[in-house]
């Protein structure tokens, strides 16, 4: 039987050793081996060889899951979780059988289509929504989370949506700077601090032109493969060329870098060589001289550039001659931001957070004037809410920059 | 299943279980590889996953007091910035639990020199199969009278829930240095432990790896692991500076004389983790060559490591099957692993016959069945191929005493017919996995 089409290799690899087991986030939050990897991937076998049906536990423990990956990394048999779930979850999208119901169930669907359909990938109706939440926000309508951490949208700043980037769109110049949907909209000046960068190594960026709004990788954590592929072809489209791909969210460039596998094409092959993290990028290419600041940055390693990129050392080579590093002591932990996660499961997303901000304020982060860095936009407005001095890598080398930007 | 957050919920637990006569196993973080936490019999699984808290660290009497769900490694990252950390070392220590140590008298590459769990854990607090919440053992150093501590530890959940452990800690060494020595036969391997055992050289570990599971583990890690060798020793010298240096020459020179290929020493304490980190993925890793894998955990003399070796190749040889070494070989601590595919029809008998035979091999050669993975359910009917029947009914009366119900853990360790009612309890039917 093959009820969740997944790959019958794939999912045998796991041996069941439990070295994932620490890594995962939501299994140091519960302690509950069904939300755990092992547990998972044992729930996907019982299904897949129908020995268990898909009910409502089973649907609940695949969308309990960050998808942070942290348990691929860790497994040294190599199984490939982050396809598994993916797939499973598209599987489930597709089986009528795991449709809510109730009717609050059917409205937050109704939303969820809204959000994934509507907002998401139509820049300008995101960009007018934003607006709409800033007054709002400044109206004292929505309500601050309760609680000594509040968590739930970030605080909107008019100079966030009112910074320009004064770049060509869609032209042809030496590297894109991809800008994506949700990060453009709120964290604007980080875009803007990584063009300075890319500019100050003397290059001719552009940014993506009509239809590159959004890489579709919430569509694809969520299981709507079809939609997720129909976004990724409109981004190859957005940025022509051979010049390489410049992304400054970590989330959105491990979904580029997986478009290969998610449309199984040679293009999308070709495409996903072209991508780079931003930090990944300039270190390639050569940081620009820095000046000591003589700030202390703790460094948060966001899970899709750590364990999907794998390219989180680079974040400590851009920074280590303007800055004292530190690590925190939790091999990189989730944070609890996961795209939509911290929207979709509030509170397993804020446990997992107390977590993280624990091992953050057991590096020093919370001292006076310690900024924390973070190279995803998720994660930075998840700890931002948390208290913390969050700053982007581009920011922070921008900043130490001997030249300054031009 | 139940996830108790203290001494009483876990009491409560089990007395609940009595009442209704249900078995009832403790379940740490389930890494164990004896089958001990697994529920037979449709028994309740008390998880400890959620009693998971340091309660207490005493820097100047180098004791740690916590709740048996902190997971091993946890609680040494815990005790770092005192300079303190917990010896028994695991392979799984990154996930396995303390309870679960306790439970299977963990045994990990640093217990060579510095001894197994239970010569680290000074008291257990337990809820007794009886619903009694017992302290066994206590802070002092040794404590007078019987060591029920003793017995409890290793007991692999048959005599009772740990909920609360204190152990001992060591201060950081002042010094470490990593080797890793490349051979072109695990024969040479083999003499070059015995040599240096022989010569006096006590290392911190001593881990042995032979070819395939070396490319698996490298191919994962990627930490310079050489690829072509037949075998690698990962050796590891610490103490003061002065001793570590003689010690370290000592073994180059010991493995040169053996013919090593070549001797690497960690440079930076990034390489040094990444180095061992290799060797604890690497039941993990095999993975990567076939999708199961049967390991077994004897010790033999380590005077007859390479003829032990030998025959174990033969073995799997003659079923036609991959074998693989990965073992602590300071202490003769062998694991060979027999990797398959589930899904080849037969190869069940093939992977038992051969674990039975490899098994007949390490006993006869004076070793035992078990080095640190515990009996469980796995070796539970090999018992009797290490214990005569006198040794089993006086095993089978210490836990009679502890669990008269044989509600606790039940049909694990000690094979059918060694409890006191067990027949009865079962109306007189042997089970078909029963060794006679
Ligand atoms: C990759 C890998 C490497 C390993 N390397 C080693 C190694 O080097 N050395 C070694 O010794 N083992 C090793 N093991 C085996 C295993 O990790 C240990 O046996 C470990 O002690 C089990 O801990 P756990 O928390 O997972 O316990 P579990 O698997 O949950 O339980 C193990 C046994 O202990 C009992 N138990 C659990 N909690 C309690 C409690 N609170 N009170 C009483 N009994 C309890 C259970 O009933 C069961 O019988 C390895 C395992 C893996 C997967
Ligand atoms: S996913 Fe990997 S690490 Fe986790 S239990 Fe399975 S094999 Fe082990
Ligand atoms: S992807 Fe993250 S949350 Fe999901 S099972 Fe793996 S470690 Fe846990």
Same mark, same amino acid.
């Given at each position: 039987m093959n009820i969740l089409g997944l790959d019958d290799d794939e999912l045998i690899?796991? /041996?069941?050793?439990?070295?994932c087991l620490p890594h995962c986030p939501t299994y140091r939050v519960t302690g509950l081996e069904i939300a755990s990897p092992r547990g998972r991937i044992a729930a996907m076998r019982a299904v897949e060889t129908g020995? !268990?049906?898909?009910d409502a536990p089973f649907v609940d423990a695949m969308q309990e899951c /960050?998808?942070?990956?942290g348990c691929e990394a860790a497994c040294p048999s190599g199984v490939p979780f982050g396809h598994l779930m993916e797939d499973t979850r598209a599987a489930l999208e597709l089986n009528? !059988?795991?449709?809510?119901?109730a009717l609050a169930a059917r409205v937050r669907r109704g939303l969820e289509w809204i959000g994934y359909r509507? /907002?998401?990938?139509?820049h300008r109706v995101l960009i007018a929504l934003s607006w709409l939440l800033l007054v709002a926000q400044r109206l004292h309508l929505v309500p601050k989370r309760f609680g000594p951490q509040r968590f739930g949208p970030p605080l909107l700043t008019r100079s966030s949506l009112m910074t320009k980037l004064d770049v060509s769109s869609g032209a042809l110049g030496d590297a894109w700077l991809f800008t994506g949907c949700v990060m453009d909209a709120w964290q604007r000046p980080t875009h803007l601090a990584a063009l300075q960068v890319l500019q100050a190594t003397g290059l001719r960026v552009a940014v993506p032109g009509r239809?590159?709004?959004?890489?579709?990788a919430l569509h694809e954590h969520a299981g709507r493969r079809a939609e997720a592929q129909h976004l990724a072809r409109k981004v190859m489209q957005s940025m022509p060329g051979d010049a390489p791909i410049v992304v400054d969210s970590a989330g959105c460039g491990a979904a580029l870098k997986q478009y290969g596998r998610l449309l199984g094409t040679e293009a999308a092959t070709d495409f996903s060589r072209r991508v780079f993290d931003f930090s990944e990028f300039v270190v390639q290419r050569g940081v620009p001289a820095t000046r000591a600041t003589g700030r202390t940055v703790v460094v948060q390693d966001p899970c899709h550039l750590r364990? /999907?990129?794998?390219?989180?050392?680079a974040v400590r080579s851009l920074l280590s001659d303007g800055y004292e590093l530190v690590d925190t002591d939790?091999?990189?932990?989730?944070?609890? !931001?996961g795209g939509a996660y911290s929207v979709l499961q509030p509170d397993l997303s804020r446990e997992i957070a107390m977590r993280k901000s624990a091992a953050l304020r057991a590096a020093g !982060?919370?001292?006076?004037g310690v900024l924390v860095c973070s190279a995803n936009p998720g994660c930075a407005m998840q700890l931002t809410q948390a208290g913390f001095s969050v700053q982007h890598p581009a920011e922070l080398l921008r900043d130490a920059l001997k030249e300054g930007p031009r | 299943m139940c996830f108790p957050r203290s001494a009483s919920d876990a009491a409560a637990a089990v007395r609940a279980a009595r009442v209704h006569g249900v078995p009832y196993v403790a379940r740490g @973080?389930?890494?164990?590889?004896? #089958?001990?936490a697994t529920p037979l019999d449709d028994a309740l699984v008390i998880v400890?996953?959620?009693?998971?808290?340091?309660?207490?660290?005493d820097i100047d009497e180098r004791i740690a007091i916590v709740e048996p769900g902190v997971l091993n490694l946890d609680l040494s990252r815990h005790t770092r910035p005192q300079g303190l950390h917990y010896a028994?070392?695991?392979?799984s220590q990154q996930a396995c639990s303390i309870g679960g140590n306790v439970g299977t008298n963990a045994g990990g590459p640093?217990?060579? @020199?510095? #001894?197994?769990?239970s010569a680290h854990v000074l008291m257990v607090e337990a809820v007794l199969p009886t619903g009694d919440i017992a302290e066994l053992g206590?802070?002092?150093?040794d404590t007078p009278g019987y060591d029920l501590r003793g017995a409890f530890v290793g007991s692999e959940g048959t005599m009772g829930i740990c909920t609360k452990v204190a152990v001992r800690l060591m201060p950081n060494p002042p010094l470490v240095r990593t080797m890793l020595l490349d051979f072109m036969s695990v024969e040479a391997a083999g003499a070059t432990v015995s040599a240096m055992i022989a010569a006096g050289v006590v290392p911190a570990a001593l881990e042995m790896m032979d070819a395939e599971i070396t490319r698996a583990v490298e191919d994962f890690?990627?930490?310079?692991?050489?690829?072509?060798?037949a075998a690698v020793l990962l050796c590891e010298i610490d103490g003061l500076i002065e001793g570590v240096d003689y010690q370290v020459s000592e073994v180059r020179r010991i493995a040169q004389s053996h013919g090593a290929r070549s001797v690497r020493i960690a440079q930076t304490e990034a390489e040094r983790q990444l180095l061992w980190k290799g060797r604890k993925s690497a039941f993990g890793a095999i993975a990567r060559i076939a999708p199961d894998y049967y390991l077994h955990d004897a010790v033999v003399p380590r005077t007859k490591l390479v003829q032990v070796l030998e025959s174990v190749y033969a073995i799997a040889r003659a079923e036609q099957l991959t074998m693989m070494n990965v073992f602590h070989a300071g202490d003769g601590n062998l694991h060979p692993l027999i990797v398959f595919?589930?899904?080849?029809? #037969?190869i069940w008998e093939r992977v038992h016959e051969a674990g039975s035979r490899i098994l007949h091999t390490c006993i006869d050669a004076g $070793?035992?069945?078990?080095?640190?993975?515990?009996? $469980?359910?796995?070796?539970r009917d090999l018992m009797p191929l290490q214990f005569s029947s006198d040794d089993l009914a006086a095993q089978g009366r210490l836990v009679d005493a502890f669990d008269?119900? $044989?509600?606790?853990?039940?049909?694990?360790?000690l094979p059918h #017919?060694?409890?006191?009612g067990e027949v009865q309890q079962r109306g007189g039917t042997i089970p078909d996995d029963t060794w006679i």
């Open positions: 690899s796991c /041996v069941g050793c439990g070295l020995v !268990a049906p898909i /960050v998808q942070c990956r009528a !059988a795991s449709r809510p119901t509507v /907002v998401l990938p139509n239809g590159g709004d959004c890489c579709g364990h /999907v990129q794998k390219s989180h050392m939790d091999d990189g932990l989730c944070c609890g !931001a !982060a919370d001292r006076p | @973080s389930g890494t164990g590889l004896a #089958g001990g400890t996953t959620q009693m998971n808290r340091v309660l207490e660290v028994p070392d695991p392979s640093h217990c060579l @020199s510095s #001894g197994v769990t206590s802070l002092a150093p890690v990627g930490a310079g692991y050489p690829r072509d060798a595919d589930s899904r080849e029809p #037969g $070793g035992v069945l078990s080095g640190e993975h515990g009996v $469980g359910m796995e070796k008269p119900d $044989g509600l606790a853990n039940p049909r694990k360790v #017919g060694w409890r006191c």
